[in-house]
């Protein structure tokens, strides 16, 4: 239990440095304002969830940490938005806000507990059969991006939405791979291009990665981009801790529950559409910065 409770602690610094970032980014990124050093302190920040996730999800079963991991960034972004950006923040939205606290609870109550023989990571096999899956996931919604870099709008910040996440899950992924090479080295050593697969693909994915959410953030509102890219990351997290790390829950229909609350939760914070002069500068931000992320290519990434 002193490990999931360790991840716990990793998982509110993740956090909060997480929704900093992205807020900082957002912020930095508003129409009429040019704020490439702060930008890039946002980048920074937000770099520093992959190794704090990958850390937490080696301490704790992440079937467990991740709903924690996915309400605790949703909450902060949503008590947020107000504050920095202005966006509205309507009674329905509080009251979903509160289904996802409890959706949390009912998920680290009866969520998987801690192993007390470690279990096996993956296999090589199973890994790759992963990365197939997962880059031809990624293929929908890049390709659907591209296709309506023309218009912005609630179906675009969606599809950023699931990129982001997928790609997350994927970061995930390679990290923990990269854990468990360090973890046992003779196996590592015993086959090197497996590790070397494991760095490449964890070089390849973090940029990829951080550009989505750089892109994303300075377009819009957190209060939709935030539930949405948390619910879809959780729902990856959840589906490879299963299939991969043979994550099971101490009580099956419970934790189905708990993650029903979340859902439920969530949706009632995506069906809300800004409103004001949050919409506004949503669809402002979007016109302006259209010309600049027409399509997907690395150097955008600290504009």
Known sequence: AMAIWQGALLMFIRAASGSVGKNMQRYAKRPGRHLPMQNFAGVVLKTLCGPLDTLAYSLGPQTTLAPLSMSLGL????????????????IPNIIAAVTVVAGTAVCLMYGAPDASVPLPPP???????????????????????????RHPGR?????????????????????????????????????????????????????????????SFGRYSLVILSPASGALGLIANLTTGFLLYSESPKSVPRFLSGIGLLICGVLGLVAHQPSGRAAKASEAVARDLHDSYGHLHPRHLAA
């Open 155 to 215: 179906f675009d910040a969606l599809l950023h939405a699931a990129l982001g996440a997928l790609l997350g899950s994927m970061t995930l992924v390679a990290g923990k791979a990269i854990i468990a090479d360090l973890r046992n080295p003779s196996a590592a050593f015993a086959a090197p291009f497996s590790s070397l697969a494991h760095v490449l693909a964890t070089a390849t994915v973090v940029p990829a990665h951080l550009y989505v959410l750089n892109r």
């Open 75 to 90: 909450l902060l972004d949503f008590f947020a938005a107000p504050v920095v950006h202005g966006d509205s923040v309507p």
């Open 123 to 149: 296999t090589s096999a199973a890994l790759a059969i992963y990365a197939v899956v997962a880059s031809a996931a990624c293929a929908a919604p890049i390709s659907m991006i591209l296709a309506r870099r």
